[in-house]
Structures are given as C-alpha cells and as structure tokens.
C-alpha cells in the first residue's frame, strides 16, 4: 500500500487529491491548520481508515511516523483576498513550509511534489506562457507575497533536487474551480456564481476583456497524477489552453445559472495580470495529458455545490 502525505490536505485542491489516493487504496495522511482549509472539505473521508487528518502549521517541524512514498505540499493561501489578509503567513507557508516538507521527503526517501502557480509568470508579456518564461513579477506589488513565496519555493525544490538528488515534481498550476471552493474566495468563478444565484451583481474587473483558463478539478488532480508518477524534475504546467475573456465567463456563469443578475464593472485590481494561458506542449508530450472537461460542463458541475453551500 502507497503512504501519501497532503499539506494543505483541507483545502480546495488538497481535498480532491486526499479523495482520489483513498479511491486507489492509498493510506493518505492530510496536514492544514484550517486558516483557509475547511472540515467540511474532508468530513466524508474520516470513515476511510486509511485517512488521518493532523491539524497543524507546516511551517513548524514535523514528525510522521513510518514511511512515505509521496509528500506533496499543496499548503497555502491561494487567492488574493486570502494572501493580502495574511501576507506574513503566505510568505512563510511559501519558505518555510517548503523547507519543512522537503526536510520530511528527504528524510522519508519519497517524492516531493510541489504545488507551484501560473503566478510565477506575473502579468506575463508573452501569451501563451511557456515553461521556458522567467516571468514578469512586482515583487513589493499586492500580489508579491504570493508570487514570490511560489518562485522562491520553486528554487527551494530545484537546489535540494540538484543537492541532495532528491527526486521533486513542480506543478505550476493555472485557474482550477469546482466544488470545495469558498463561497467568499475571491476569484472570478465563485464570485461569479455566488452573486449570480444572490441575484447580486456580478462585478467584473477592468473592462473584462483580461482572460484566464479555468481548468476543471478533475483535469488538475489527473494532471498532478500523471506529473508524480513520471520522473520530470523540471516545473509543468496543468492548465487548460483555451482562453477566455472574464466577461465571457461572466455572461456563460449568468446563462448557466439563469440568473437576472446585472453584470457591472469595478476597477483592475493593481498588477492583476492581463493575460493568463498556459503552453501546454510539454505535458501533452511527456505526460500525455490534456484537459478534458470544457468550462460549461464544468461550470454545470460546480454550480450545484454553490447553491448548495449558499
């Protein structure tokens, strides 16, 4: 039986992947000091015997009994209204969470796996963003903390991979959303579809026409599979290369959930990229993996959860 370790293990995307090493079989241990994690996320694990969930700070030292196949550090703030409230704790969780859950693989002999960002990029000023790109970042801008604490916490993995030979996965992750995400997040998804089903306006940024590419939480968790399983040491994206302007998935979030909500628009946000697609050609060639699920099955998947949830 295969032994993981999930930092961030309450979280969005660390939820997701605790539920789908269960369903291989896998003992799978969760680690999040609930700051923007949720029980609930993980509530319909604790009958599984083989899950064990540890309400603690990654950026203290830690100690797991018996052996680890994988540790994967998904731990950290993820949205700006998130890392601007605890900019302190994002940096940290970014530095000194990564330096303990390295130490932990290491001393385990598992493979490390980290949960980078398409933040790295920046507002990037090639489209789409290759991983060959260094980026173009604000390092004392808004988003600074979070982007630097993921740029540093790449380098962190790569030294102790050329170091130590250690062996590390780094998986820059584009726009995911599904269920599990927070009604109050943030982002563009669940602020769309919680003001959509409130009947509040839906608030765009800028003129909308800035873009993403949402990727579905089911594509991103088989990406990150695939991503651990191989033996590719260099940073990857998973993202979906389609791209879409923010107004766009505005109006398909208001025709979705039959909302007669009015779509408004607010002021850009400082250093909110402008542009966000990733190149995906090296994980179609070395992984064999592409998104599968378009945004409006997707978005039909999530929406159920939000009213739910609201």
């Not at 018996?66 to 890392?83: C, E, I, N």
């Not at 959509?196 to 003129?207: F, H, R």
């Amino acid at each position: 039986m295969k032994r993981i370790l999930i930092t961030g293990g309450a979280g969005f995307l660390g939820s997701h992947l605790c539920a789908h090493y269960l369903k291989k079989g896998w003992e799978v241990i969760a680690i999040d000091n609930l700051k923007t994690g949720s029980l609930e996320n993980i509530e319909h694990l604790y009958p599984h015997k083989r899950f064990h969930f540890i309400n603690k700070d990654v950026t203290e030292y830690m100690v797991v009994p018996g052996k680890l196949d994988y540790v994967l550090h998904f731990a950290s703030p993820a949205s700006p209204v998130d890392y601007q409230h605890w900019p302190i704790p994002t940096l940290k969780v970014g530095a000194l969470g990564t330096h303990k859950a390295l130490g932990l693989a290491k001393d385990k002999k598992a493979v490390f796996v980290l949960a980078s960002t398409s933040e790295v990029y920046g507002d990037p000023k090639i489209s789409p963003q290759p991983e060959t790109y260094w980026g173009n970042v604000n390092p004392i801008g808004p988003r600074g903390v979070y982007d630097e604490a993921k740029r540093f916490a790449e380098a962190l993995t790569m030294a102790y991979h050329n170091y130590h030979g250690m062996e590390v996965r780094i998986a820059r992750i584009f726009n995911t959303y599904g269920p599990h995400m927070r009604l109050k997040d943030g982002r563009a998804v669940p602020n769309f579809i919680t003001q959509a089903l409130s009947g509040k306006p839906i608030t765009v940024y800028g003129d909308g026409s800035q873009t993403r590419s949402l990727t579905y939480i089911s594509d991103v968790v088989e990406g990150i599979d695939r991503l651990m399983r191989s033996r590719l040491n260099e940073p990857i994206n998973i993202g979906n290369p389609r791209e879409m302007t923010l107004i766009e998935i505005a109006r398909l979030v208001k025709r979705l959930t039959k909302s007669k909500s009015r779509i408004v628009f607010r002021r850009l946000p400082i250093d909110d990229p402008k542009v966000r697609c990733p190149n995906i050609a090296r994980a179609r060639a070395d992984l064999g993996w592409e998104p599968k699920v378009s945004l409006e099955e997707g978005l039909r998947r999530t929406i159920p959860y939000f009213r739910k949830s609201l």
